[in-house]
């Protein structure tokens, strides 16, 4: 493939505008609001913004859009600036703010005003809405767009002195009432709030709209290539207009591409928010949510929601990408980086009769079986081990090849053994095995030449350390969870299953954050939030397989 065929249609613009010289260097940013956490959505805007400018020697300004001083948070700034830096991008001495433009953008609605492209209505929002009109019927002028230039300054003067009550008043585009697009019909520039900003305090009581604050934060910062999603689409109409009227020295290209929408989860921060705030996750960082804090604290690498979006790949047209392309890249990332160890999530208790009872031996186990540089590790091995209960059946179907009565398997890095006699309590439950093991049939040491098909792992039950492992899924049930009449319809039940597990003595030393790779079971990292040394808290990022990956398929096929 040559590097123009590998260029998104976003970077091919890019590139002709150097080649052209109509831009001598590109600037970008990432412009979020600071009321609410950053998700899987993000990932595509922060890694386009910052990696086109990478690739050219650009720069890019990470901005905060605070012109809703009742929504946003200190918490969600501090939030936002640590996840894109965890992704791996740094914006310097670009930090900044659309408040930092509270002055400028207000002499720009000055401006409006004393050329007549711009007045004060007093409508209240449920008649400004009503005059509006609807997508078949245009809207009607309001009584108030006749107000001369002088009344209207006056008026405007008085708003930012706040004389006026939330609600009185709102400054408003003079354009067409009648226009099919709605983004035209006279939309709001300012509106009154008595509210203390985030960043400037009590300094303003009247705060700019995001599309008239957007695009000239775009213009002052010289921006060259504005990139926003497609939503932002019909928006684009106003953003000209605004610069056709204001003409400011710098004239930025707004370029809209398609949003990343991911299968089985939902990116809308109301409905984020709303599980938050009903308590069906823990917190905005809780493992199942699709957010940077969330996937960060599953697990997830940086570098594979990096090479996630790279693979989504950056279009115009609406895509549902399926949460297996996802978890893959985390299976791709982990798979080289992880180590190998040992976890027994649900024990159960083998009891090796014809071995001595005073004894552990000590087996050498590989950290990685591509990576010998990684080295061994040495395991205790004894007459008590803990295996997996889905590693034996009573009654098997054909082709199982782990333990059955009278059937043998080998222990990873062990030997073979036998199940001789199944223990059951009261109930009927199996609770323990009793086996016997072949002396000459040990890993490694090349004194036996019987084979069998089946290999299970297993903890020693005089050594193994305790865990709580929490089994993560998706948080629900169907791949469009945003089309659902009531998104709690389509929850999960078993989005998150805890179990008592037994981990090899070695995992006893694991960092918050570290991961491995539990033979056999998945991958899985230390919970950097409750993370205890004498008893760990595990969380799974993601299995071997991709047990989801026909449902999902079908999912997809039906729409």
């Not at 209505?121 to 006749?146: C, F, M, Q, V």
């Not at 405007?156 to 008043?169: C, I, Q, T």
């Not at 960082?285 to 979006?309: E, K, Q, S």
């Not at 919970?527 to 040394?533: A, Q």
């Given at each position: 493939?040559s590097?123009t065929?590998?260029?998104?249609?976003i970077?091919?613009?890019?590139?002709?505008?150097l080649?052209?010289?109509?831009?001598?260097?590109?600037?970008?940013r990432?412009?979020?609001?600071?009321?609410?956490?950053?998700?899987?959505?993000?990932?595509?805007s922060i890694?386009?913004?910052?990696?086109?400018?990478?690739?050219t020697?650009?720069r890019?300004y990470?901005?905060?859009?605070?012109?809703?001083?009742g929504?946003?948070s200190p918490v969600?700034?501090?939030?936002?600036?640590?996840?894109v830096?965890?992704?791996?991008?740094?914006?310097?001495d670009?930090l900044t703010h659309a408040?930092?433009?509270?002055?400028?953008?207000?002499?720009s609605?000055?401006s409006?005003?004393a050329?007549g492209?711009a007045?004060?209505?007093?409508?209240?929002?449920?008649?400004?809405?009503?005059?509006?009109g609807?997508?078949?019927?245009?809207?009607?002028?309001?009584?108030?767009?006749?107000r001369?230039?002088e009344?209207n300054?006056?008026?405007?003067?008085?708003m930012r002195?706040?004389?006026?009550a939330d609600?009185e008043?709102?400054?408003?585009?003079?354009?067409?009432?009648s226009?099919?697009n709605?983004?035209?019909r006279?939309p709001?520039?300012y509106?009154?709030?008595?509210l203390?900003?985030?960043?400037?305090?009590?300094?303003w009581c009247?705060?700019?709209m995001?599309?008239?604050?957007?695009t000239l934060?775009?213009?002052?910062?010289?921006?060259?290539?504005?990139?926003?999603t497609?939503?932002?689409?019909?928006?684009?109409p106003?953003?000209n207009w605004?610069?056709?009227q204001?003409?400011?020295?710098?004239r930025?290209?707004q370029?809209?591409?398609s949003?990343?929408?991911?299968?089985?989860?939902?990116?809308?921060?109301?409905?984020?928010?709303a599980?938050?705030?009903?308590g069906?996750?823990?917190g905005?960082?809780?493992?199942?949510?699709?957010?940077?804090a969330?996937?960060?604290r599953?697990?997830?690498?940086?570098?594979?929601?990096?090479?996630?979006?790279?693979?989504?790949?950056v279009?115009?047209?609406?895509?549902?990408?399926?949460?297996?392309?996802?978890e893959?890249?985390?299976r791709?990332?982990?798979?080289?980086?992880?180590?190998r160890?040992?976890?027994?999530?649900?024990?159960?208790?083998?009891?090796?009769?014809?071995?001595?009872?005073?004894?552990?031996?000590?087996?050498?186990a590989m950290?990685?079986p591509?990576?010998p540089?990684?080295?061994t590790?040495?395991?205790?091995?004894s007459r008590?081990?803990?295996?997996e209960?889905?590693?034996f059946?009573?009654?098997p179907p054909r082709?199982?090849f782990?333990?059955?009565p009278?059937?043998?398997?080998r222990?990873?890095?062990g030997?073979i053994?036998?199940c001789d006699?199944?223990i059951k309590?009261?109930?009927?439950e199996?609770?323990?095995?009793?086996?016997?093991?072949?002396a000459?049939?040990?890993?490694?040491?090349?004194s036996?030449?019987r084979?069998?098909?089946?290999?299970?792992?297993?903890?020693s039950?005089?050594?193994?350390?305790?865990?709580?492992v929490?089994?993560y899924?998706?948080?629900?049930t169907?791949a469009?969870p945003?089309t659902?009449?009531?998104?709690h319809?389509?929850?999960?039940a078993?989005?998150?299953q805890v179990?008592?597990?037994?981990?090899?003595?070695?995992?006893?030393?694991?960092?918050?954050?570290?991961?491995?790779?539990?033979?056999?079971?998945?991958?899985?990292?230390i919970?950097?939030?409750e993370?205890?040394?004498?008893?760990?808290?595990?969380?799974?990022i993601?299995t071997?397989?991709?047990?989801?990956?026909?449902?999902?398929q079908?999912?997809?096929q039906q729409?």
């Amino acid at each position: 493939m040559s590097e123009t065929e590998s260029r998104d249609f976003i970077r091919q613009i890019i590139h002709d505008d150097l080649e052209s010289g109509k831009h001598e260097q590109i600037v970008t940013r990432f412009p979020p609001e600071p009321n609410g956490y950053l998700h899987i959505g993000h990932v595509m805007s922060i890694c386009l913004n910052f990696g086109v400018t990478a690739e050219t020697g650009g720069r890019t300004y990470l901005r905060f859009d605070d012109t809703n001083p009742g929504k946003e948070s200190p918490v969600y700034v501090e939030a936002i600036e640590h996840d894109v830096r965890w992704l791996g991008f740094d914006w310097e001495d670009r930090l900044t703010h659309a408040s930092d433009y509270f002055e400028s953008l207000y002499e720009s609605a000055v401006s409006l005003v004393a050329m007549g492209s711009a007045y004060v209505d007093s409508l209240s929002a449920d008649e400004i809405r009503e005059y509006r009109g609807t997508l078949t019927e245009p809207g009607k002028n309001s009584p108030h767009r006749s107000r001369s230039v002088e009344e209207n300054l006056d008026l405007l003067a008085r708003m930012r002195a706040g004389e006026f009550a939330d609600g009185e008043h709102v400054l408003r585009a003079k354009i067409d009432m009648s226009s099919p697009n709605m983004n035209l019909r006279d939309p709001a520039l300012y509106r009154i709030r008595h509210l203390t900003h985030q960043h400037t305090g009590d300094d303003w009581c009247i705060y700019p709209m995001y599309d008239f604050a957007h695009t000239l934060s775009d213009a002052l910062e010289h921006i060259t290539h504005s990139l926003c999603t497609l939503e932002f689409e019909d928006h684009r109409p106003l953003y000209n207009w605004f610069l056709d009227q204001l003409k400011p020295e710098h004239r930025p290209r707004q370029i809209e591409f398609s949003r990343l929408n991911l299968a089985y989860a939902i990116t809308s921060k109301r409905k984020l928010n709303a599980l938050v705030e009903e308590g069906i996750v823990e917190g905005w960082n809780d493992p199942r949510m699709p957010t940077i804090a969330g996937m960060r604290r599953r697990g997830y690498p940086a570098a594979a929601l990096r090479h996630f979006v790279t693979r989504a790949g950056v279009t115009k047209k609406d895509k549902l990408i399926e949460m297996g392309v996802l978890e893959n890249c985390v299976r791709e990332n982990l798979g080289v980086t992880s180590q190998r160890r040992m976890a027994v999530l649900r024990p159960l208790r083998v009891v090796l009769t014809n071995y001595p009872e005073d004894i552990v031996e000590m087996v050498t186990a590989m950290n990685h079986p591509a990576r010998p540089e990684l080295g061994t590790r040495e395991l205790p091995f004894s007459r008590e081990l803990w295996i997996e209960q889905d590693d034996f059946m009573e009654e098997p179907p054909r082709k199982f090849f782990r333990l059955k009565p009278g059937g043998e398997v080998r222990l990873r890095f062990g030997y073979i053994i036998r199940c001789d006699d199944v223990i059951k309590n009261e109930a009927g439950e199996v609770i323990e095995l009793r086996c016997s093991y072949d002396a000459d049939t040990r890993s490694g040491t090349g004194s036996s030449d019987r084979k069998v098909k089946g290999t299970i792992h297993w903890v020693s039950c005089a050594h193994g350390v305790d865990a709580e492992v929490r089994l993560y899924d998706r948080l629900f049930t169907v791949a469009k969870p945003n089309t659902a009449d009531d998104f709690h319809a389509v929850l999960n039940a078993d989005s998150l299953q805890v179990v008592e597990a037994k981990l090899e003595p070695s995992l006893a030393s694991m960092k918050a954050g570290e991961t491995v790779q539990f033979e056999r079971l998945g991958y899985f990292c230390i919970d950097s939030e409750e993370h205890s040394g004498s008893r760990p808290v595990i969380n799974r990022i993601v299995t071997l397989r991709d047990s989801w990956a026909r449902l999902e398929q079908q999912a997809m096929q039906q729409g």
